[in-house]
């Protein structure tokens, strides 16, 4: 069974900084790539980022291009998001989400509360 | 970017009614268009992928179809368990965008 598990939110102030992780299980993580997406309470669902299997492509949404960086450790199954000079329309559930090919965002993990607020 | 339009917004249906959600973008995203139901409280799931294709598991109340950049989940026979917001996303390009959501509500 796939398992996403994200964690590392929390309350931060403006300005501040965060890291969040996500723990996989339940597949060969080396093999799939990865995403963040987020949900502003009250809201819609928001693609923030993409890795590929051996972090050789990345992408951002325009909205935290370079104050976010994603990154993976295949040898601990683990995901990452940095997340810097962070803002209070950065406040959001946070999830990571496996993604295929041809599947698109396939799983998904029960995510993580981030709250920008002073 | 691709903007992804959904309709409607919001809808009021009955248990056992069949229930059409519509999507269009805004340019060629080659069927590269799933479907997502989330339930208050609780993460995303994939229903359908490839525009048209079940994901595993999911049951064939639900289908997706297309026509050009036009979509349609259809949600036959309305169970409880389905009142919930389905979101419709492309992604052929980055950055992948979502429709803005159906609140499918009881009536």
């Known amino acids: 069974e796939v398992q996403l598990v994200e964690s590392g939110g929390g309350l931060v102030q403006p300005g501040g900084s965060l890291r969040l992780s996500c723990a996989a299980s339940g597949f060969t993580f080396s093999s799939y790539s990865m995403n963040w997406v987020r949900q502003a309470p009250g809201k819609g669902l928001e693609w923030v980022s993409y890795?590929?299997?051996?972090?050789?492509?990345?992408y951002y949404a325009d909205s935290v291009k370079g104050r976010f960086t994603i990154s993976r450790d295949n040898a601990k199954d683990s995901l990452y998001l940095q997340m810097n000079s962070l803002r209070g329309e950065d406040t959001a559930v946070y999830y990571c989400?496996?993604?295929?090919?041809?599947?698109?965002?396939?799983?998904w993990g029960q995510g993580t509360l981030v709250t920008v607020s002073s | 970017d691709i903007q992804m339009t959904q309709s409607p917004s919001s809808l009021s249906a009955s248990v056992g009614d069949r229930v059409t959600i519509t999507c269009r973008a805004s340019?060629?995203?080659?069927?590269?268009l799933a479907w997502f139901q989330q339930r208050p409280g609780k993460a995303p799931k994939s229903l359908i992928y490839?525009?048209?294709s079940l994901q595993s598991g999911v049951p064939s109340k639900f289908s997706g179809s297309a026509s050009g950049t036009d979509f349609t989940l259809t949600i036959s026979s309305l169970q409880p368990e389905d009142f919930a917001t389905y979101y419709c996303q492309q992604y052929n390009s980055f950055p992948w965008t979502f429709g803005q959501g159906t609140k499918v509500e009881i009536k």
């Open positions: 890795i590929s299997s051996s972090s050789s492509t990345i």
């Open positions: 340019q060629d995203i080659r069927n590269f």
């Open positions: 989400a496996r993604a295929d090919y041809y599947q698109g965002l396939e799983d």
């Open positions: 490839a525009a048209s």
